[in-house]
């Protein structure tokens, strides 16, 4: 069976990675204004995140149109793919997957689509599809495929530190008594995904270092909690915060973590709008 895979751009890589692992990318649109530009392909995160400093408006996101993914569904048939499994960002931020869900009933007869709610963001996404890129390409069915995708939620576990509860607050993403709470203490917020993907706090700390050292215990506890042999991923990431990700990199090599693999790089436009420029994300799968 060949099995092609389609996420989105919140997975936040750079666009000749996709084509390294053969997965096709619809990507999110970010609008300044009247302004539209497409996540990663139009607007990288450096452009963005000097555009939302100098803004006094929130930029807005927007999920791919229906007929982009009927398009990239379509692509999949002509390259004679069995069944499509396309993985997107939780939607408890986004109707990315309602969009993916309407596109698959529309090819419904052409080619069965499964649409799977990752319920997770950014490096964390591309984590998941990474293990799923590497079960397909060792000839694993479609059925032990989602038996490792549901494996992979379980174990998935995102920690973020924001600079400010304003960007999550503006957009509805916390209430507005934990923002004015977080910017009058001049506390530095733990944000984690609970529920299927909704931001929740777990932690506060007084500064941002302090933040960092404390989302580092809470990966640490989250890996010694795991069995000595499970395969661990990983992942750092930041919102314009080159030092503070250096800050974080250095604690991590010190603790000297225990893990497979890594991932690191930039929240990119879309989970930006979301969480603000400063935001600093460990994570691992």
């Known amino acids: 069976?060949?099995?092609?895979?389609?996420?989105?751009?919140?997975?936040?890589?750079?666009?000749?990675?996709?084509?390294?692992?053969?997965?096709?990318?619809?990507p999110l649109v970010v609008r300044f204004g009247d302004e539209l530009q497409r996540d990663w392909i139009d607007i990288d995160p450096?452009?963005?995140?000097?555009?939302?400093?100098?803004?006094a408006v929130l930029p807005q996101t927007s999920q791919p149109a229906v007929q982009d993914f009927v398009d990239a569904y379509r692509n999949l048939v002509k390259k004679k793919c069995d069944h499509i499994i396309s993985i997107h960002l939780t939607s408890k931020l986004s109707g990315t997957v309602r969009s993916a869900e309407a596109a698959a009933n529309m090819v419904k007869d052409e080619i069965p689509v499964t649409v799977i709610d990752s319920?997770?963001?950014?490096?964390?996404?591309?984590?998941?599809?990474?293990?799923?890129?590497a079960a397909r390409r060792a000839g694993e069915g479609f059925d032990k495929i989602i038996e490792l995708v549901n494996e992979c939620k379980r174990r998935a576990k995102l920690f973020f530190m924001v600079d400010t509860m304003k960007y999550l607050e503006k957009?509805?993403?916390?209430?507005?008594?934990?923002?004015?709470?977080?910017?009058?203490?001049?506390?530095?917020?733990?944000?984690?995904?609970?529920?299927?993907?909704?931001?929740?706090?777990?932690?506060?700390?007084?500064?941002?270092?302090?933040?960092?050292?404390?989302?580092?215990?809470?990966?640490?506890?989250?890996?010694?909690?795991?069995p000595v042999d499970q395969e661990i991923t990983l992942l750092t990431a930041h919102a314009d915060s080159l030092d503070m990700l250096a800050y974080l990199e250095g604690l991590i090599k010190?603790?000297?973590?225990?893990?497979?693999?890594?991932?690191?790089?930039?929240?990119?436009?879309?989970?930006?709008?979301?969480?603000?420029?400063?935001?600093?994300?460990?994570?691992?799968?």
């Not at 936040?12 to 692992?21: I, Q, S």
């Not at 450096?46 to 803004?55: G, I, L, P, Q, V």
């Not at 996404?125 to 799923?132: F, H, K, S």
Request: hydrophobic fraction near 45%.
């Open 1 to 26: 069976m060949k099995i092609g895979l389609v996420t989105d751009s919140t997975t936040d890589r750079p666009l000749d990675e996709y084509k390294e692992h053969d997965i096709v990318m619809v």
């Open 46 to 55: 450096e452009e963005f995140y000097r555009r939302m400093r100098a803004s």
């Open 119 to 133: 319920e997770v963001i950014s490096l964390l996404l591309w984590a998941v599809i990474l293990r799923i890129d």
């Open 171 to 226: 957009g509805g993403r916390v209430g507005k008594a934990q923002a004015f709470l977080g910017q009058m203490l001049a506390i530095k917020p733990i944000l984690t995904l609970t529920d299927g993907g909704t931001p929740t706090p777990q932690a506060k700390a007084s500064g941002t270092k302090a933040a960092l050292r404390e989302m580092l215990a809470l990966v640490k506890r989250e890996i010694d909690a795991r």
């Open 254 to 285: 010190e603790a000297d973590l225990r893990h497979n693999n890594k991932i690191t790089g930039w929240i990119g436009s879309v989970v930006g709008s979301y969480v603000g420029p400063g935001t600093i994300a460990i994570g691992i799968l």
